[in-house]
């Protein structure tokens, strides 16, 4: 359904000539493409509307098409480009909790996926923290993946020792989580993408 109102609403956008209104078409076809699982196309489709935003002059959404790109590249297991996407996006989103939330739960995914369990529990409590803090709640999508990274963190750790490392990322504040993240993961080199 989403992807059917997707693509109408795409055709309608390209009918005006103005390519800043396929934006937000193109944005909903990557997302049906990432909820089916088809990640290759999903990364095309965020790749692509990330640079139409950029021509545009839309910062925030090339920016949020950046955190999507991180997600997808962590679903398919890419977690070196992951961290790229995702260390990018938290610099730019450091003193926006809501968002930088994500970005530290995909850098604590992409710690799990590189066999440091202990950091990325710490990053997927901080997200949590921030999230608690801001009395917000992820995204649909967003919560359904940091789910499925917690799970990886647990099976790695057992539960109470992930709990002990998720509850030392929970007491951290918005800053520390930050900071912490940038550090943990500074092998993770960011660079244009």
């Not at 909820?35 to 949020?64: F, I, P, V």
């Not at 790109?69 to 926006?96: I, M, S």
């Not at 109470?160 to 993961?185: M, Q």
């Amino acid at each position: 359904m989403l992807r059917r109102l997707a693509d109408d609403a795409l055709a309608a956008a390209q009918r005006t000539d103005d390519v800043a209104t396929t934006i937000g078409p193109l944005h909903l076809i990557a997302a049906s493409d990432r909820m089916a699982g088809d990640l290759d196309s999903a990364r095309r489709g965020y790749a692509r509307t990330r640079e139409l935003s950029r021509q545009a002059g839309d910062a925030r959404m090339a920016l949020l098409e950046t955190i999507n790109l991180a997600a997808v590249d962590l679903l398919a297991r890419d977690v070196d480009t992951a961290g790229r996407h995702a260390k990018e996006a938290l610099r730019e989103v450091a003193d926006q909790p809501r968002i930088a939330a994500v970005c530290l739960s995909i850098l604590g995914g992409v710690a799990v996926g590189n066999g440091d369990a202990e950091r990325g529990a710490r990053l997927l409590g901080a997200a949590e923290g921030m999230i608690g803090r801001t009395a917000t709640i992820f995204d649909p999508d967003d919560r359904a993946e940091h789910d499925a990274r917690l799970a990886s963190a647990k099976a790695a750790l057992g539960s109470s020792r992930y709990e002990a490392f998720a509850n030392d990322g929970r007491s951290l504040t918005d800053e520390a989580a930050v900071a912490l993240a940038l550090a943990l993961l500074s092998a993770v080199a960011v660079g244009p993408v």
